[in-house]
């Protein structure tokens, strides 16, 4: 406690010293997120230097070796870090797929030279990935993915399809499930590679949703050339590489509502601004009854994903435990963003203006619909908790 008492001083003097004030404001617009990648516009000189100054520190990534671009450190020092953060109100300098999700798989499944390639422009802001695994007629029965990747000697050619591909259209790298074998059960015969997202015969097509926009793709293979040395693991079996990378995607997406609290006001502030306060409280007795609980059991996950999050960093199994957080984050999500255009009214519902900024919280609120279906159904993680963690019978 000692050591992470001093570390702590030490983290909060760094950030006071080098946060730029502009990061410490909160965000307004997509655009103030900064995913990084060869093609990426920096909204602001601010916004480059506090990228740039926290992959320097290894802070991108805190709990990577340092040789991958990371600082070494704990899970308990990462989260000093990232309370020191929340305190001053600093925007997260880099947000990836990559960090979230391939960098894990890669630390645990991938060659040295894969990851001496790949890692550091991650952590550094460099390269933005994208994941390719959804496919027309294998959503939630991942497994039964047709997309073909044939093996030609020194290399492979990929054909077929991908769909709901998040920002395919921006990425510059795609970590890709593919079936190199057809012939066994459909979870065998599966492989993860790595390709360029401009190598010859990619194409993606951009999806637009309800919100009016969508970070999602389609995305087209056509006699895709896949170097060898791009397999992650061993061919035929990606199905594991697949696996461990969904927990990770569901670890993220279940914290989805706290990165939303991080870019919104508390929902009892927001309520009280719009509605205003009858002695000191809100008139409407059901919002505030159910703001109230709402506000209850989002601290309530924020403390069990903390605690899971710490017993998976300390050697634990995450398991079938993302699929846990994975639902009650994402429902709690979609609750918290029906509430909170409750409390607009209206108001809330304005779809194209400045005062709205566009319509962000109606368009954010349509989207939140998809965090249930994205990573996994919620009804598919229903099916997986009942399964492995209650083991009801028959499940």
Known sequence: MTDLKAFSLEVRT???????????????????????????EFQSTAQKVWMHLMAEKGWTVPTWPVEYGGAGLSRAEEMVIKKEMKRIGARSPLDSFGIWMLGPAL???GTEDQKK??????ARGEIRWCQG?????AGSDLASLA??????????????????????????????????DNTGKKHHGISFVLFDMKTDGVEPKPIKLISGRSPF?????????????????VQDKGWDVAKYLLTHEREMIGGQHEVAGSLTRPLHE??????????GKLSDTILRSKIAETEIDEWAFSMTLTRKLAEAKAGSSLGADSSMLKYYGTELNKRKYELMMDAT???????????????????????????????????????????????????
């Not at 390639?117 to 991650?122: C, F, K, S």
């Not at 939140?368 to 399964?387: A, D, F, P, R």
Request: aromatic residues 10%.
């Open 117 to 122: 390639e790949h890692l550091p422009p991650v």
């Open 107 to 109: 630390l645990k499944f």
């Open 14 to 40: 760094w950030l006071e010293d080098n946060c730029p004030d502009e990061m410490r404001q909160p965000i307004t617009s997509d655009k103030d997120i900064c995913w990084g990648g060869r093609e990426w």
């Open 217 to 233: 793709c389609e995305t087209f293979f056509k006699d895709v050339r896949v170097e060898k040395k791009n397999l992650v693991g």
């Open 133 to 137: 695994y959804s496919e027309p007629a």
């Open 345 to 395: 009214g209206h108001d809330g519902l304005e779809w194209e203006s400045d005062r709205s900024s566009d319509g962000k919280l109606a368009r954010t609120w349509l989207r939140t619909k998809g965090n249930s279906i994205e990573g996994g159904t919620s009804e598919v993680q229903l099916n997986i908790i009942s399964k492995h963690i209650l083991q009801l019978p028959g499940a």
């Open 147 to 180: 997309t073909k990747c044939e093996d030609m000697g020194d290399h492979f050619v990929v054909n077929g399809q991908k769909v709901w591909t998040s920002y395919a259209d921006k990425a510059d790298w795609i970590f890709c499930l593919v079936r190199t």
């Open 270 to 279: 927001l309520a009280a601004t719009v509605l205003g306060l009858d002695d």
